[in-house]
DNA sequence: ACGAAGATTGGCT
DNA sequence: GCCAATCTTCGTC
């Protein structure tokens, strides 16, 4: 096991980075020492200013997107419909804010005390289906923003999974029709036949 | 300062 | 399958 260090978030290629995301573990761990982590089987790519569906789009810099200008390798957290937390992953370098939305998890650790912050009593796939679902499951909420991903309370691990190509499905994105034709591009990436992603578009 | 819409979820029909 | 929840963010007045 090892921590992703911060050199394989600051490259160029998000898309490609979305796709190694697939099989590692994003972990968890507060003050009350709790680890929860989940083996990531979701992920979507936002591509920074040229993408229409990034909140980057176009250059804009507000109090929300500024993060995203950073150098890779932090998390971007922001809050959507008033309720749902979703985490990203910052990537690429300073002054382009290219991120990674994750978007399922297979969960790993921690399992009772995810069922907790989720409110269930037995385990199953929504669990941690979906960005508003894992992030709650996590415990991750908005001050994580800026957090760098090296240390507590966040990072992701390597465990020596990588998927194979054949093994991953690209897809459009979803929740994005004010996009206009970058809704059409594949930039959602998830493991075939994993129980634990959402179900194909 | 005001109002519309959102990278979603879960409960109800 | 449809729709309300809920509040921040951002564009416009």
């Not at 929860?36 to 200013?49: C, D, H, K, N, Q």
């Not at 909140?55 to 500024?66: E, I, V």
């Not at 749902?84 to 992953?89: A, D, G, S, T, Y």
């Not at 009593?121 to 960005?131: D, F, H, M, Y």
Request: aromatic share 8%.
């Amino acid at each position: 096991m090892a921590i992703l260090p911060q050199n394989f978030y600051t490259r160029a290629d998000t898309l490609l980075i979305a796709q190694q995301l697939l099989g590692k573990h994003l972990v968890t761990q507060f003050a009350d020492g709790l680890r929860t982590s989940g083996r990531i089987v979701e992920t979507e790519a936002y591509l920074g200013r040229e993408d229409r569906a990034c909140h980057a789009w176009n250059g804009r810099f507000t109090d929300r997107t500024r993060v995203m200008y950073e150098s890779g390798g932090g998390a971007y957290v922001y809050l959507c419909y008033g309720i749902h937390h979703l985490f990203n992953v910052i990537t690429h370098r300073a002054g382009e804010p290219h991120a990674i939305l994750i978007r399922g998890l297979e969960p790993i650790d921690g399992i009772p005390t995810m069922l907790q912050r989720r409110g269930m009593a037995r385990i199953a796939p929504r669990l941690t289906a979906g960005p508003g679902a894992l992030a709650k499951a996590l415990g991750i909420d908005r001050s994580l923003t800026g957090h760098s991903l090296q240390s507590p309370p966040t990072w992701i691990e390597d465990h020596g999974e990588d998927i194979a190509l054949p093994e991953i499905i690209a897809s459009p994105r979803v929740g994005i029709d004010y996009a206009g034709e970058d809704a059409q591009l594949p930039y959602r990436f998830r493991i075939r036949n994993c129980k634990w992603t959402s179900p194909a578009k």
